[in-house]
């Protein structure tokens, strides 16, 4: 059971007389207990992150605290943490058996304890059948939870786990995903896992932390991150499908500022004036857009592809130059080529800056003044 | 239409082959069949295919009893001491290498440090050095510091054959094995050390040993070093064939004899260990 707390941590990496900056001013604490995602594209910065949680990195600058302990200049041994990797890095030359016992090993735990932490372990992760062979003779699955098993054997305070499931195919990662959420919720540990998926993010975190460009951008639980997405880019990563943007300003009319687009949105904005340009991008979710008549519609757009998807059907419409998406209830029946109306839901529209791309709360009453 | 014209080419192909098999294989052939002739079959004009075989000459040379052909030959050759030697010669500088060179491929694989990528051409190029121009300097040194016909001297000289290469295919090898293992040993709780020697090394081990082997044969197969700088105390079984020249007779079935039986260990070494050969040249070398 343990705190993880990163304070303006800073990675620089120099190679050839260059340097990179790998992760910028840091700020985050994982609580004692979280299962904490990290997200983000690759090259954001969020491996490293782990590293030098773990210890395998040095840290620049800043402090990482695990159990309020500054762990800077700790070994990874002495930060009693466990890692699974993504490429599981399984002893190809030792037993499943002699694998799962290689840390306790390293520790000299005593015999007796091992095995009882060895049955436990096995038992959890129903690995009797396999304990005597050698990795190269398991399938994906199994040497996915040999390396589980390996890492939680010792008991860790943070159990880090580094893109798990990239290596398994499409059925076998809803069920390792499953395993590893049941884990969580079985073991109590704190739990850190980083991954490029946001369907992944969403399915096991307490709460995300989204990174890009080696900056933390948004930290939130899932919903937050749909709800109240801070920028453009936070926008623009979570949520599936993706997010709709459309390009718009702000007007103002007698004394009160609208959003306004191509299109035929018009809302109040409570704001008191505009800040820079005016320019913004609005971004409403595809199940945000409800059909509806022509004589409410927030957007109106002539139907293009229609794509069955079980239970729901997701509508390509165009409006004007764009090409958007909604998710629709199966029963509608729409053909290429047909008109389409649709409201976006109540409070469901984001308003983000188009310069700074960061999100404009527009929410809040006030008097209107305009420039 | 294709397929006919596949055909033909196949077959030419192996005709190819063939030849070339034939071309490389005639010399060992001939050393061959020379080593069983008795000396008037070996000297004779239109050469023999079909002769009598004799053992004669490996007796010469193994037990010393002079047959009635090398009678008139007043040197005896004691050829199992120089096979004695060529053994401790060649292991000795192949376990020095790999004691040496282990760490030192390791530390190319996995440290990044300053002038790495020189260095470690550096160690190539005393491969480059063609073994002619560098002996007259090193016999020289070695007549100074006493090392000259000495086991120790020529351990060390090998150094330059055996080191090099180790050091080259072993890097491959370090390089294939992923760094998340080595992570993964430090999470785990143990040292750099440990993790060398419990993680790496049971890992690299398949290669290791074939690098040793092919080392070995070229260790066993130098000639030039064994020649300059020992004296008949050390010097090795690529030499001794040089004793039979006598100076009142070339004994060419002796010195046939002396080759099979020199040559026989890295053949069989080479045949068996083939597979693994080429996976350690093509792995390691080449690769950079």
Not at chain 1, 357 to 362: A, F, G, M, S
Not at chain 2, 124 to 141: N, S
Request: proline fraction near 3%.
């Amino acid at each position: 059971m343990a705190e993880v707390r990163i304070e303006h941590v800073y990675k620089t990496f120099r190679s050839k007389g260059k340097e990179v900056e790998a992760v910028k001013d840091l700020n985050l604490t994982i609580r004692d207990g979280e299962f904490m995602v990290i997200l983000g594209p690759s090259g954001c910065g969020k491996t490293t992150t782990l590293r030098m949680i773990v210890g395998l990195e040095d840290i620049t600058r800043g402090k990482i605290y695990i159990k309020d302990r500054a762990v800077n200049d700790l070994t990874p041994q002495e930060r009693n943490i466990a890692m699974a990797f993504e490429t599981y890095a399984l002893y190809n030359h030792l037993s499943v058996k002699e694998n799962l016992l290689f840390p306790l090993k390293a520790r000299k735990t005593p015999a007796d304890e091992q095995e009882t932490r060895l049955h436990k372990i096995v038992e959890m992760l129903e690995m009797e059948d396999i304990l005597n062979m050698k990795p190269s003779q398991l399938s994906g699955g199994q040497q996915q939870r040999v390396s589980l098993g390996r890492a939680l054997i010792r008991r860790p305070d943070v159990f880090f786990l580094d893109e798990p499931l990239s290596h398994l195919d499409i059925n076998l990662r809803i069920n390792a995903r499953n395993r590893i959420k049941r884990l969580h919720a079985e073991s109590m540990t704190t739990m850190v896992l980083v991954t490029h998926d946001q369907l992944e993010a969403m399915a096991l975190a307490d709460r995300i932390a989204v990174m890009n460009f080696a900056e933390l951008q948004q930290v939130g639980t899932p919903r937050e991150l749909l709800d109240q997405p801070v920028n453009l880019f936070v926008a623009g990563f979570v949520g599936e499908p993706a997010i709709n943007l459309l390009t718009g300003r702000l007007i103002c009319e007698q004394d009160e500022i609208y959003i306004t687009d191509d299109a035929k949105i018009r809302q109040k904005t409570g704001l008191k004036k505009i800040d820079g340009s005016g320019q913004i991008v609005l971004g409403i979710r595809p199940h945000d857009l409800i059909i509806c008549g022509e004589g409410e519609a927030d957007l109106a757009g002539q139907v293009e592809v229609v794509e069955f998807l079980g239970e729901q059907k997701q509508i390509t419409f165009r409006v004007g130059e764009n090409l958007l998406t909604s998710i629709v209830s199966v029963s509608t029946k729409f053909e290429q080529g047909q008109n389409i109306y649709f409201r976006v839901r109540n409070g469901k529209l984001h308003v983000f800056d188009k310069q700074t791309e960061r999100r404009l709360d527009y929410q809040h009453k006030g008097v209107s003044v305009c420039r | 239409m294709v397929s006919i014209k596949r055909g033909k080419n196949d077959i030419l192909g192996d005709i190819l082959l063939g030849l070339i098999f034939l071309f490389f294989m005639f010399p060992i052939y001939w050393v061959f069949t020379m080593a069983f002739k008795s000396d008037s079959d070996i000297l004779i004009w239109p050469p023999k295919f079909i002769f009598s075989p004799t053992l004669a000459h490996f007796k010469a040379i193994l037990f010393n009893q002079l047959s009635e052909q090398s009678v008139g030959a007043t040197t005896t050759v004691n050829y199992l001491g120089y096979f004695k030697n060529s053994l401790i010669v060649s292991i000795s500088a192949v376990l020095i290498s790999l004691a040496v060179g282990i760490p030192a491929a390791y530390a190319f694989a996995r440290y990044n440090f300053k002038g790495r990528e020189n260095l470690f051409f550096n160690f190539l190029t005393f491969r480059f050095a063609p073994e002619m121009l560098v002996i007259i300097p090193i016999y020289l040194i070695y007549q100074r510091l006493g090392l000259y016909d000495t086991y120790t001297g020529l351990i060390w000289v090998y150094q330059l054959i055996t080191l090099p290469m180790i050091i080259w295919i072993l890097r491959g090898y370090f390089e294939d094995v992923s760094a998340d293992l080595e992570d993964a040993g430090l999470l785990d709780g143990y040292s750099r050390l440990n993790i060398a020697a419990r993680i790496v090394l049971p890992i690299v081990k398949p290669g290791i040993a074939a690098t040793s082997l092919l080392t070995f044969i070229y260790a066993w197969n130098n000639f030039i070093f064994g020649m300059i700088l020992g004296g008949t105390g050390v010097q090795p079984v690529t030499v001794a064939a040089l004793q039979f020249i006598s100076a009142d007779k070339l004994r060419f079935g002796d010195m046939a004899a002396a080759s099979i039986l020199a040559a026989l260990p890295i053949i069989i070494l080479a045949v068996y260990t083939q597979k693994y050969l080429i996976r350690g040249l093509s792995l390691g070398a080449v690769k950079q």
